[in-house]
């Protein structure tokens, strides 16, 4: 068996070992089992410009909307109360943490509960890394700590599990960032190419001649001065020496390395915002556009769905908490 093979053998034993001793149900995420790392690789993506760009893109589609509670069939008690809470709460940050979850898979997000006066209030909430958590093969959420060598399960009321695309046979989600590791990682990798590219043929190559019979120290001299001249740009020598300037032939190159970064960047745009023309505007019809922000629009609805259904659980949490059976208030995210 050749090394490679065998180090992606050792990492899939050690994998499953650790998921069958702690009767969790491993990530079946194939990046991950591939590379042998956790799901915080993902987030070295954020690192990524484009990456960072079109997170804050598909974000800001659900954040720029207004929100309101509605009282629905609630009593004026539980309504108040309700408000009161979501009035205090940093409601834009916890929609923000709440659309990590598309990203990730999963999101889970920790209520900090405290004692105001009779009632029960959620005064913070805070999302917690993904890696600190793992589901048992009934699709319970169990915390692992933050070294992964812990089994716990969750209380009731403590947090709020948001998922996307969750099923019975993979819990953890389907993450959009899995979908981006590989066009990062080639971008990356040509970006250096490319960097390497441009220090070596960015500028001319200085050609030096020297009359045959030259010493040795005069040909190291005429080196030096040679070198001199990429840092000061002044070269003083007699005569009898002859510079001669050669351009090399780039285009083909850089163009090269262009049609690279350009591809990863339209597979990132793709898998997070499900098209490239709101991120990558260098042409297309008019009917392509609106394709393209009707994309957008159904992609808003979704994440919307995803922010008012976790915030509802918070809901029904704090009114079970304080009334017991009653109706609840909802939160409701304005699309017009």
């Not at 940050?93 to 898979?105: M, Y």
């Not at 913070?124 to 093969?137: H, N, S, T, V, Y």
């Not at 389907?174 to 590791?181: E, G, P, Q």
């Not at 990132?268 to 008019?286: D, F, M, P, V």
Request: some cysteine.
């Amino acid at each position: 068996m050749n090394p490679k093979k065998a180090k992606e053998k050792l990492l899939q034993d050690t994998y499953n070992l650790y998921y069958r001793l702690t009767n969790l149900l491993p990530n079946p995420d194939t990046i991950l089992r591939k590379i042998g790392r956790g799901i915080e690789v993902y987030r070295e993506l954020k690192n990524d410009a484009h990456v960072w760009s079109c997170i804050q893109s598909r974000k800001s589609g659900v954040l720029s909307l207004a929100w309101n509670i509605e009282q629905g069939k609630s009593s004026g008690e539980v309504f108040e109360l309700v408000r009161s809470i979501f009035e205090r709460l940093d409601v834009y940050q916890i929609e923000s943490d709440i659309l990590e979850a598309p990203l990730f898979g999963f999101q889970p997000i920790e209520i900090i509960w405290g004692q105001d006066g009779q009632y029960l209030i959620p005064r913070e909430l805070k999302a917690r890394p993904q890696e600190w958590f793992g589901f048992d093969i009934d699709g319970n959420l169990i915390y692992k700590g933050k070294f992964g060598n812990e089994t716990e399960e969750i209380p009731e009321y403590k947090i709020i599990l948001v998922q996307h695309e969750a099923t019975a046979i993979n819990p953890y989600g389907h993450s959009l960032l899995a979908k981006c590791y590989w066009p990062v990682t080639f971008k990356n990798g040509g970006l250096r190419f490319w960097v390497n590219f441009t220090e070596r043929y960015g500028m001319p190559i200085l050609i030096g001649q020297y009359q045959r019979g030259a010493t040795n120290e005069e040909i190291r001299q005429l080196a030096s001065d040679l070198d001199s001249i990429y840092e000061d740009a002044i070269l003083v020598a007699p005569m009898d020496v002859k510079l001669e300037l050669h351009e090399p032939n780039r285009s083909s190159s850089v163009e090269l390395y262009l049609e690279l970064i350009r591809f990863a960047n339209n597979e990132i745009s793709k898998a997070i915002l499900s098209q490239t023309l709101t991120t990558e505007l260098e042409g297309g019809s008019y009917a392509a556009s609106q394709t393209h922000f009707q994309i957008r629009k159904e992609i808003i609805m979704a994440d919307t769905r995803l922010v008012q259904n976790a915030m509802n659980q918070l809901i029904r949490y704090i009114v079970d908490l304080n009334f017991g059976a009653s109706e609840y208030p909802r939160f409701v995210i304005d699309l017009h």
